[in-house]
């Protein structure tokens, strides 16, 4: 299959531009795993905040807009399993079910999200991108925030201060990358 033909496809990821086969698609799920980890060793820590500010919620989103919903929510999974199970590549080297466990399982169900939203064109234009990481985001805000605020004992005023107003201005840095990113290599690819 030619990679004109594959671009053109309604419904297609970066991914997809690979030849197809169940290998393939389980080296794209550990690849996808281990880059989110690799990214997590990224690691900046934030004053009052149990939360790192991390190359790992970049990755995931990443990963998921690359691979698609199946497969980016399988590579997150493996991921998760993984870590949970001791496998020292959470931010900063953790594993286990620490205080920000919770973004974890928020970058499970965003991953999905934003490879759902790519099978949609929203990889394709700058503006589109932007939007599909901010959805990503919120995703993962939406489970990590309140996981933090349950499991260390926070309020909700202190979960969002320690847990989400830190990140926004990392957060807008990381959608930016991406507007240009994954857009740029879809036009790269239909030359």
Do not use: C, N
Not at 91 to 100: D, I, L, N, Y
Not at 107 to 136: E, F, H, I, K
């Amino acid at each position: 299959m030619s990679t004109a033909s594959v671009t053109a496809r309604p419904g297609a990821v970066l991914a997809d531009l690979l030849p197809t086969s169940r290998v393939r698609d389980a080296a794209l799920v550990l690849g996808g795993a281990a880059l989110t980890g690799v990214a997590a060793q990224i690691a900046v820590p934030v004053p009052g905040s149990p939360v790192p500010v991390t190359g790992q919620t970049f990755a995931a989103l990443l990963v998921g807009t690359t691979l698609g919903a199946r497969r980016g929510f399988a590579a997150l999974a493996l991921y998760a399993a993984a870590g949970l199970a001791g496998v020292p590549w959470f931010a900063q080297g953790g594993s286990g079910a620490s205080v920000s466990f919770g973004y974890v399982l928020g970058m499970l169900l965003a991953a999905a999200a934003v490879g759902a939203l790519a099978r949609r064109g929203a990889d394709r234009s700058p503006l589109r991108m932007a939007g599909t990481m901010l959805v990503g985001e919120a995703i993962i805000y939406a489970v990590g925030v309140p996981y933090l605020a349950l499991t260390a004992h926070m309020s909700a005023t202190a979960a969002i201060a320690a847990g989400l107003t830190p990140f926004l201005i990392g957060d807008a840095l990381k959608a930016a990358l991406a507007m240009g990113v994954l857009p740029t290599a879809w036009k790269f690819l239909k030359r």
